[in-house]
């Protein structure tokens, strides 16, 4: 248990240093771009591929039922709202979580067993601001953009399945999709993920940047990162989506 | 602060441990302009750990670190930004950023902390590079250079700067007699080309007694002997005068 405290107060300390860094000029805007294309570039087939793959089971699941209760027209309505509201964002966090979040702690940790980090503070460069922000401030920025590629992946992967076994047409299977889908079924849970990836970022650079392990340090760092990142990414869903319902009561479906 | 007037590098009573490892146990010495110090020692004696203390990557328990009238224990992290931009630091494994190329290993710290043109940089850098012979090498990346071209170009980003200290930790550890060598002459040239004190932490006492105009030898922590090699030599410590006399 004590344990557990400390760890909660190192890491709200290392992320109360995240925020206060990164609103201190000189703001790491180059870094920061180049640490989105290089998020961005890993994740995007990761997450477009299995946004498709989980459109078109989804699809397969629900349409017999709906069928059943003489719903199939719902099939687009259902799918997109599913992806919008919850599956994409969480999907997509949790994806990321394991894609990036692992590469972020093994990558700082390896430079902190490597002398690397010791090297940019001797060159008189800030390594928190040089390597952490950016790092979290690129998952913040990129991980909506990734959660919408999720989310049309995932629409796309539903049209497949369905005009397979329907051949209903694509202009129809999309007016249909967004017919019940409201601006906060949308901007919300996308917004959310900011806070998700805020939480892969922070977690996994605090895994990484504070081993003192060396080597072995590397693999502990991208482990922890992972399932760190990824329990405290359900458990903040939790809280997003009752925070969600309380200021846009109209998205509670 | 006596000590601290007159050196360009100065430990005072300085203690650090590790958990329950006392590494340094009340270190003394102070370093003259444009003086060569070689720090010698057996493993885990607290030779790096010397050299991390006077960057300021660690913090002593106990007694201060002088870096001409700055104690580097003291600073915050303003203070410690100027202090260092007095000191190069040759990393044992070179310590570059992997993910850079040599260039633009070079080119960081240039482009944030110096006012230079990209020309200028462009310069800087051929001239550095061309110092440790490594200029047709500046698009490769670290991982594809060999054990001494990585302790060149560490030392050529050490040196990038115009440092008034360098500081070098093994800078001829895991490399052949002739690499070797080459190392301790860019030293030796740095030392007559521009003045530069040096601190040298290693285990190579021949190219040590090339390069040093003075020796430091810890054991288990403590200083036990400091000055020129004639008087290492005739220390009272047998550990100080058979690591000198192991060439």
């Known amino acids: 248990m004590l344990k557990l405290m400390g760890f909660i107060g190192k890491l709200s300390l290392f992320t109360a240093r995240v925020i206060i860094d990164g609103v201190r000029p000189p703001i790491e805007g180059a870094q920061i771009v180049r640490q989105m294309s290089e998020i961005g570039s890993k994740s995007l087939p990761l997450v477009a591929a299995a946004g498709f793959a989980l459109g078109t089971v989804m699809t397969l699941h629900t349409r017999n039922t709906l069928i059943t209760f003489g719903a199939g027209a719902m099939i687009p309505t259902v799918q997109a709202l599913a992806f919008f509201v919850e599956i994409g964002p969480l999907v997509a966090g949790l994806l990321v979580a394991g894609r990036v979040g692992s590469g972020i702690g093994a990558v700082l940790a390896n430079m902190r067993a490597t002398e690397q980090i010791d090297g940019i503070e001797s060159l008189s460069i800030d390594s928190f601001k040089f390597l952490v922000v950016p790092r979290v401030f690129a998952c913040v920025l990129t991980l909506p953009i990734l959660t919408l590629f999720m989310d049309f992946a995932g629409l796309a992967g539903g049209y497949l399945s369905e005009f397979a076994s329907s051949k209903i047409p694509f202009a129809l299977y999309i007016r249909r999709a967004f017919a019940n889908l409201e601006w906060a079924n949308f901007i919300a849970p996308t917004a959310k993920t900011a806070v998700f990836g805020f939480i892969i970022g922070a977690v996994s650079a605090y895994y990484g940047y504070t081993t003192n392990q060396g080597s072995q340090g590397v693999g502990h760092a991208s482990t922890n990162s992972v399932v760190a990142s990824s329990l405290l990414i359900i458990l903040a869903d939790v809280l997003l989506v009752k925070c969600i319902f309380f200021v846009f009561p109209e998205s509670a479906l | ?247």
């Open chain 2, 1 to 247: 602060m006596s000590l601290a007037t007159s050196g360009v590098v100065t430990f005072d009573h300085v203690f650090k441990a590790f958990g329950p490892k006392q590494v340094l146990r009340d270190v003394s010495f102070q370093v003259q302009p444009g003086e060569t110090l070689c720090i010698l020692g057996r493993s885990g004696t607290g030779k790096s750990v010397t050299l991390k203390l006077l960057m300021a990557l660690l913090k002593p328990d106990q007694g201060s670190i002088w870096v001409q009238r700055d104690d580097v224990t003291r600073l915050g992290e303003k203070g410690l930004s100027k202090v260092r931009r007095k000191m190069g630091f040759l990393f044992q494994d070179a310590a570059l950023f992997d993910s850079l190329t040599l260039y633009e290993n070079l080119a960081l710290p240039l482009e944030r902390l110096t006012e230079k043109t990209e020309e200028e940089i462009d310069a800087a850098i051929d001239s550095v590079l061309a110092n440790v012979g490594l200029r047709g090498d500046k698009a490769k990346m670290p991982g594809e250079l060999s054990g001494g071209m990585r302790k060149r170009a560490g030392l050529a980003r050490a040196l990038v700067l115009e440092p008034e200290i360098l500081l070098a930790d093994e800078p001829s550890s895991g490399l052949d007699r002739i690499t070797a060598s080459e190392i301790d002459e860019l030293l030796l040239r740095q030392k007559a080309d521009r003045g530069t004190t040096i601190l040298v932490v290693t285990h190579d006492v021949h190219g040590a007694r090339r390069v040093g105009d003075c020796f430091a030898v810890l054991d288990k922590g403590e200083l036990i002997a400091f000055g020129p090699a004639a008087t290492i030599e005739r220390s009272e410590h047998e550990t100080a005068r058979r690591l000198i006399s192991e060439a």
